[in-house]
């Protein structure tokens, strides 16, 4: 087993328009409590990580009364004020304030905070897969239905065959100094995996689960509850 110490980074800076909601979607309440507490909840139950790192908007007025809400983020949780106009950004900007804090060698798992369906048992696998994994990887889930192009009418004009294609999901997971390197250089990339891709490295993908869906648009916020109450039932 890898002696490195494992970091979380949750980028929460944006304000989730697709989502509809006047609140940030992170803060947005899902079973009674913000969406981003039950991403909280989820790493501070995990031994091995060593500390969660948010980053939010310099002019969040959230953060506070959440991290307030549970004595159990005490000490483990610290807000980082410095997120940027992109995810990359907000990352690279929080990377950098924890210069200091965290060793080169030490892993770094970034997380969304829009994806509260996160369980333990996902993020222990994903850290069982990756500890001596030369270049990191990420959670994904394989395609299985039938991808199509469209033009600008919506019709459909190509059939894409779906062998080998991957949705990626969080957390991801790199090094510190591999990761803080690939996003200084990168320009224009979706995720951390594409920052390290741009290296010429490639990340291993570890099966994810359907139940770890990204809140984007209204209606996943029904999905993402019934996931969350059977996670709470179990």
């Known amino acids: 087993m890898s002696l490195s110490r494992y970091f979380v980074f949750i980028p929460a800076a944006g304000i989730g328009v697709r989502v509809g909601s006047s609140l940030p979607k992170q803060y947005m309440p899902l079973l009674g409590k913000p969406m981003l507490m039950h991403v909280l909840k989820t790493f501070i139950e995990i031994p091995i990580v060593s500390h969660i790192f948010v980053v939010v908007s310099p002019k969040d007025e959230y953060i506070a009364g959440l991290l307030s809400m549970s004595p159990q983020l005490h000490g483990k949780v610290t807000a980082l004020f410095h997120g940027g106009s992109s995810r990359s950004k907000s990352i690279l900007n929080g990377l950098r304030m924890a210069r200091g804090k965290i060793n080169d060698e030490d892993w770094i798992l970034v997380h969304d905070a829009a994806r509260p369906g996160l369980t333990c048992s996902m993020v222990e696998n994903l850290i069982d897969t990756l500890c001596n994994h030369p270049v990191g990887g990420l959670l994904a889930l394989p395609l299985v239905d039938t991808l199509k192009i469209c033009d600008h009418q919506m019709s459909a004009v190509q059939t894409v065959p779906n062998v080998r294609l991957w949705m ?47 809140v984007t648009l209204p209606n996943d916020l029904a999905s993402v509850e019934i996931f969350l109450r059977e996670k709470h039932l179990n």
């Not at 957390?171 to 990168?186: D, V």
């Open 168 to 214: 990626a999901q969080t957390p991801q997971m790199f090094r510190y100094k591999l990761l803080l390197h690939a996003l200084e250089i990168s320009d224009s990339v979706t995720d951390e995996a594409n920052a390290v891709e741009q290296l010429g490295l490639k990340p291993r993908l570890v099966e994810g689960s359907l139940y770890n869906l990204k």
